[in-house]
Nanobody
Framework: QVQLVESGGGLVQPGGSLRLSCAAS????????IGWFRQAPGKEREGVSC?????????WNADSVKGRFTISRDNAKKTVYLQMNSLKPEDPGVYYC??????????????????WGQGTQVTVSS
């Protein structure tokens, strides 16, 4: 059974940084692409970043986070990270990780993700 557990969220001031972690169990992590999503109150869930399987070796980032967020994976630790720098007031929300076989974005939106974690809250406030 696939289990994804996010951690690392918290309260940070604008301009600050956080690193989120997504720990996977029940799957061979190197056989999956992992995406990060976020959902703010009253808004739709949006894809933020995605890292492909190691054999494909690429990443995707939403325009809103390019240059600020970096996704990476450590297959030995079965963990995917999202390093978030220069956080802005529009970045808060519950951040989720999810699995897919590939990183596919249609009209700027990640699609095709199946198993999801419970999420970790990110708050940006002074």
């Amino acid at each position: 059974q696939v289990q994804l557990v996010e951690s690392g969220g918290g309260l940070v001031q604008p301009g600050g940084s956080l690193r989120l972690s997504c720990a996977a169990s029940g799957i061979p992590l190197d056989g999956y692409a992992i995406g990060w999503f976020r959902q703010a109150p009253g808004k739709e869930r949006e894809g933020v970043s995605c890292v492909t399987k190691p054999s494909d070796g690429s990443t995707w980032n939403a325009d809103s986070v390019k240059g600020r967020f970096t996704i990476s994976r450590d297959n030995a630790k079965k963990t995917v990270y999202l390093q978030m720098n220069s956080l802005k007031p529009e970045d808060p929300g519950v951040y989720y990780c999810a699995t897919s076989l590939v990183c596919t974005a249609v009209l700027g939106k990640l699609i095709g993700f199946t198993s999801w974690g419970q999420g970790t809250q990110v708050t940006v406030s002074s």
